[in-house]
């Protein structure tokens, strides 16, 4: 009763509609008996159970009624409880590279776990295991440039697109970018443009 109690204070301050994972409440207890004190609170509508192993305090609003978690904020707490590296997908990294103007369908980011799908209500987040490499400078813009030149490929780079890549980036970031594990095709092209 006492770790039912002890997440119940802890829950009535958090803000609401802001999802969380619980293991945040790890500390409380064992792990059987903090998952039933979550039970508990959903039972009772204090909680919001989103997907497995995240919940959130319902949150209303006069011109939506229930809102509903981020998909995108359900996915990064359920990758970093895993222990997983993200990285955004290589058609989103080529578009803010401004190398494309299309707009990925559904969400999809590389991991360092295993391919899967996480559904939040009609939303649908994609996550796709992809080789260590790919996680250099996870959400850095070095990293962001790199996935864009894996994506784009061997045949498609051309001195054009590398050289808007330099130009896209700081002088900083561009030599950083130089020093990554790469191939040679791609460090061939980097090297082109820097001459």
């Not at 969380?20 to 059987?32: K, P, T, V």
């Not at 011109?63 to 995108?72: I, K, N, Q």
């Not at 649908?124 to 996680?135: E, P, W």
């Amino acid at each position: 009763m006492f770790v039912a109690k002890s997440i119940a204070k802890r829950i009535q301050h958090m803000p609401k509609g802001r999802p969380f994972h619980g293991s945040l409440f790890a500390q409380s207890g064992s792990r059987a008996s903090v998952n039933k004190a979550l039970s508990r609170l959903v039972k009772t509508g204090a909680l919001e159970r989103v997907v497995r192993g995240v919940y959130m305090r319902p949150k209303a609003s006069k011109y939506t009624g229930t809102v509903r978690a981020s998909p995108l904020a359900v996915m990064r707490l359920m990758t970093e409880a895993n222990g997983e590296t993200v990285q955004i997908h290589g058609a989103e990294a080529v578009r803010l590279m401004g190398l494309s103007t299309q707009m990925q369908v559904l969400p999809t980011f590389y991991t360092s776990g295993s391919t899967r799908q996480i559904h939040v209500g009609n939303a649908t987040v994609r996550l796709q295991h992809a080789s260590k490499d790919r996680f250099q400078h996870a959400e850095g813009k070095v990293g962001v440039a790199l996935t864009a030149l894996h994506y784009i490929g061997k045949k498609a780079l051309s001195f054009e697109v590398a050289s808007h890549i330099q130009k896209v980036l700081s002088e900083d970031e561009f030599e950083t970018l130089q020093t990554c594990h790469m191939p040679n095709w791609m460090r061939s092209a980097l090297i082109l443009v820097n001459i």
